[in-house]
């Protein structure tokens, strides 16, 4: 394994890990936005914990390459899903968000 896929790994596993973490603290900046969007607030629990997952998945993907790659596909599916609902709620200048998240997994998964 390259030190360029470790890094970014570690870096792609940090900011999922990070945006479950504010999940889970309900966040302002997070949780409002999820609330105008129109997410249900008995999903966001299970939603951090997906990420929470994920994050923890990249990282054991380090030791066991299968898994690091399923993770990175859930989270990406996941993140899809995040732009899609930011679309149906029409509130295009927050795209950019999920896709900031997805952009370091995509590139792990592409390290691989």
């Not at 999903?43 to 790659?69: D, E, Q, S």
């Not at 599916?77 to 999920?98: K, N, Q």
Request: net charge positive; charged share 5%.
């Amino acid at each position: 394994m390259s030190t360029t896929c470790l890094v970014v790994t570690l870096l792609a596993a940090a900011m999922s890990g990070f945006s479950a973490g504010s999940v889970f603290l309900r966040a302002p900046w997070v949780v409002q936005p999820m609330a105008d969007y129109g997410v249900p607030r008995a999903w966001w629990t299970r939603l951090g914990a997906a990420k929470a997952a994920g994050a923890a998945g990249l990282v054991a993907g380090l030791f066991v390459p299968v898994i690091g790659a399923l993770a990175a596909v859930g989270l990406i599916l996941y993140f899809t899903g995040a732009v899609v609902t930011v679309l149906r709620a029409r509130r295009y200048a927050h795209v950019p968000f999920p896709l900031l998240y997805a952009a370091p997994v995509a590139a792990a998964l592409a390290l691989a």
